[in-house]
């Protein structure tokens, strides 16, 4: 069994920043990548960024140059630092690790970006 979960999420002031926390835990024999994605209200889940296990980073366009994705490998944990936030940004996040042909994902964090 391998547990994903998200922490971090919350209420911010457009502008500002926030960051996510996601880590694996139970039987990570080899985390292959881990990533974010989120979901607006009304919207289809899109894609914020991932890292492979290589380290190998990439993200949305419409996020590229305001989010951060890091990894610790020892905690099998990676951040979303993200800064200068917008309105549009306010989604359910969600973190996966892939391990093997397998993706687990989390439950879920809110960010609500607003005045």
């Known amino acids: 069994q391998v547990q994903v979960v998200e922490s971090g999420g919350g209420l911010v002031q457009p502008g500002g920043s926030l960051r996510l926390s996601c880590s694996a835990s139970?039987?990570?024999?080899?985390?292959?990548?881990m990533g974010w994605h989120r979901q607006a209200p009304g919207k289809q889940r899109e894609l914020v960024g991932i890292?492979?296990?290589?380290?190998?980073?990439i993200y949305a366009d419409s996020v590229k140059g305001r989010f951060t994705i890091s990894r610790d490998n020892a905690k099998n944990t990676i951040y979303l630092q993200m800064n200068s936030l917008k309105p549009e940004d306010t989604a359910v996040y969600y973190c996966?690790?892939?391990?093997?042909?397998?993706?687990?994902w989390g439950q879920g964090t809110r960010v609500t970006v607003s005045s």
């Open positions: 139970g039987s990570v024999s080899r985390l292959d990548g």
């Open positions: 996966h690790a892939v391990i093997g042909l397998n993706t687990y």
């Open positions: 890292v492979s296990g290589g380290g190998r980073l």
